[in-house]
DNA sequence: CAATAATCGATTGTTGACAATCTGCGCTCC
DNA sequence: GGAGCGCAGATTGTCAACAATCGATTATTG
């Protein structure tokens, strides 16, 4: 989306944005919404009372609603029902298995560019990763991995990745809200990301490549066993 | 103008599929006027002329646009207007690596899994992309190759891959259209897919990555002659 | 004549009301 | 007592009018 082409508002964060519209305002409120657990995965969400809470007409709160329909958090049925997305074990499956293939790929890009601003911004969201993990702020350690994650991604310059992977992530951080409110603890655990990184900075690829696949294979089995109990909700 | 609404109450039982709603309609049919190229990349699409057109209030027409937007083949700046994308040298590129990636990571899922209707599944449609391209009829083997490709990517049931895949497959047929538009003949070279297939259906991996990056690597090479003189719409 | 401010037309953003459709519940009828 | 019918509530789909914003054109001023 090209949203960079006149950049004059520089300095002035007065009241007023005029850039800014109803629609992308509210879906950013909806997904924080959903992903920070107030809505649940299952739930329903009602257009007339969502757009009263938030003080809007139902225009721009359906149009919101329907960018977060083709982000894969919500699923909805004519002239019935909106519902949050409810992950299947298979869901989460191919969104591991999908992540594997598009890492790779983004590394297959940028090995030859990885200068040092890229070697010194990976560390740095490693670190910040490794704090929050540390300081065992579950919540936090979410946002930063995906920042990790996201940082590789953006290095590409690959908008087409880039898009995919946003497409991907929303998915990928409802799960990891849902498991981290059910089990407490989510679980990047730590030596894990550190193996990812130096094999990121390393000069073997097909290292980095195997380390890829078991970084989400792991992932993988956590997922498994989390939701093995809940049987089969088949979102989608 | 207004009555379309109150046509659809009317007469005729069972054609009347209920689910159906204007979004949806109206969605295909801009989209098939896009690619079709009755609106050209670059044109403006206006909501109140297309409404009219389409005899919908903008309601409706503004969520088809917006899933248009989504699909990557329109692109709107607030307050100001919505155009059809004109992709740059650098977004078919975009598209052409990306396929690589999807398509091998297709193949992957399904290496094991290729029975006898995949196989029969994937020649017929081969050999109704030959008969499109012996018949010189353009069009048609746009949507042959397509097809040819898209069977690949739904004998894998992998449905977050398939809907990437849906994500890309509207602005590759648009590259394409708008390619056929100009040079009269567009291009999927009979041999071309002669050996693709032929690899699909072998044992021997390898062959058939080696096969699909050299596929994709030709149509890049014809995008960049064909994109080359029109140097940079910026697109995105 | 050049630079800046005011204005106007065009287009999208937003709203509240109305219509169509689905789902669940009670009712009749056998 | 069970099956089918019809009604009512809830929810989404659609519409036409109104408001906000942008781009360009014109008027103004030094």
Redesign the interface.
């Known amino acids: ?2 949203d960079g ?1 006149k950049n004059r508002a520089a300095g002035s964060v007065l009241a007023r944005v005029p ?1 800014s ?1 109803f629609r992308v305002h509210i879906a950013d409120g909806l997904r924080a919404a959903i992903l920070n657990g107030d809505i649940q995965p299952g739930a329903q969400v009602i257009e007339t009372a969502l757009a009263e809470q938030f003080g809007v007409s139902r ?1 721009p709160l ?2 919101a609603m ?2 977060l329909i ?1 982000e ?1 958090l919500l699923v909805a049925v ?1 002239y019935t029902g909106t519902h949050v997305v409810d992950l299947s074990v298979d ?1 989460v499956r ?2 591991y ?2 992540r594997v ?2 890492e790779v ?1 983004a590394f297959e ?1 940028i090995w030859e560019r990885r200068d040092e601003a890229f070697r010194r911004g990976l560390v740095a969201r490693h670190d910040a990763l490794t704090a929050c993990i540390d300081a065992q702020d579950d919540a936090a350690s979410i946002v930063a991995e995906l920042q990790l994650h996201g940082f590789v991604y953006e290095a590409t310059g ?4 880039i ?2 992977w946003d ?2 992530r929303g998915r990928l951080q409802l799960y990891w809200a849902a498991h981290h409110r059910a089990h407490g603890i989510r679980g990047p655990r730590r030596d894990g990301h550190d193996r990812y990184v130096e094999m990121a900075l390393s000069d073997d690829f097909d290292a980095l490549k195997a380390e890829i696949t078991d970084h989400m294979a792991r992932g993988g089995r956590q997922t498994e066993e989390f939701l093995r109990g809940r049987e089969g909700p088949g979102a ?1």
């Open positions: 989306m090209a082409a850039k519209t225009g359906r149009e329907r960018q083709d894969g004519p869901d191919e969104i298995s999908m293939t598009l790929f890009h690959h908008k087409l990745l898009r995919t497409s991907i989608g």
